[in-house]
DNA sequence: ACTAAATAGATTGATATCAATAGAAATGGA
DNA sequence: TCCATTTCTATTGATATCAATCTATTTAGT
């Protein structure tokens, strides 16, 4: 009885071969820290850099369906927005046609400061692309796509 | 020149669409989410199972190794192992063959929660192995390797 | 119009993440 | 041995993440 609840070292072995959420994890810290670091001189992070990029529309998109593109919860969402509102980068104001709502779009020091950041994204990007294998990159997106 | 800042909105669904930081990221957050309420019945977030499960080893390992399996910061590390040990589910000890550095390693009751989590874990990740198409899983594992 | 239910965000509290920095101990070269 | 360097970890400060809970507002049913 006495080691009844051991694991047995070949299962942490499994797991840690196996687990998708684990390597994803894994992944999504490594490729945090490639962007964050490629990002600095911009003044952007990885995140900062999604979530205006998802701002950069014609219309000012409320805050649900920002969230529920960059899949992460909207208290996430408030939080993030307040650096970026400090710096004078993202403008949330209120919804006229629902007072519920909020409306978030880029000020031009916010678009000026993406442009700048788009050009390290476009190398950085072609960077990684260039450690996978030929025509695993798009695979690799409808894979995660299927796991969100 | 008023709009030579402006970035083309058909750039933003270029970037939204291809960005592979931001796939993973989005999948990193549903997966977490996913492993986290399948969790939590056993008191465990899918990041201290991977972090508990990795000490689960014939000798306790010392900082620098676990950090660089998961790939996170060693900062990152020693505030994760924090609410472990003050559930007395990890134990920290200093290496007595080099002062400099600790020892982790998983208490009875750490292992105790570990073997209930496991079959948990089992059923969630077969779960999700399902919604990948046949072989895929694997390939990700490999692709997803090849950006850590 | 009135009220119950649903929806949109905000706040709080806990953990996660990393950069920058600092400290302690081990190592290597003179 | 002595000292500079390296290695291993901790601390601090900022942002990221989500659950639980709350308020304000809209919508739907009557």
Do not use: Y
Not at 37 to 55: E, K, V, Y
Not at 74 to 79: K, M
Not at 110 to 132: C, E, F, N, Q, R
Request: charged letters at 20%; glycine letters at 6%.
């Amino acid at each position: 009885m006495s080691n009844s609840i051991e694991i047995p070292f070949s299962t942490t072995l499994m797991v840690r071969d196996t687990c998708l959420c684990l390597h994803v994890q894994r992944a999504a810290r490594a490729l945090a820290r490639l962007f964050d670091d490629a990002l600095r001189p911009a003044g952007l992070t990885n995140g900062q850099f999604s979530l205006m990029m998802s701002l950069n529309r014609p219309e000012p998109p409320p805050m649900g369906p920002v969230a529920g593109l960059l899949a992460m919860d909207q208290t996430t969402l408030t939080a993030a927005l307040k650096p970026l509102q400090r710096k004078g980068w993202v403008t949330v104001m209120e919804n006229p046609r629902d007072r519920r709502g909020r409306l978030l779009s880029l000020t031009p020091e916010g678009k000026a400061v993406l442009a700048k950041a788009l050009p390290i994204w476009k190398s950085t990007h072609a960077m990684i692309d260039g450690k996978l294998p030929d025509g695993s990159a798009e695979r690799l997106r409808q894979d995660l796509q299927a796991l969100s």
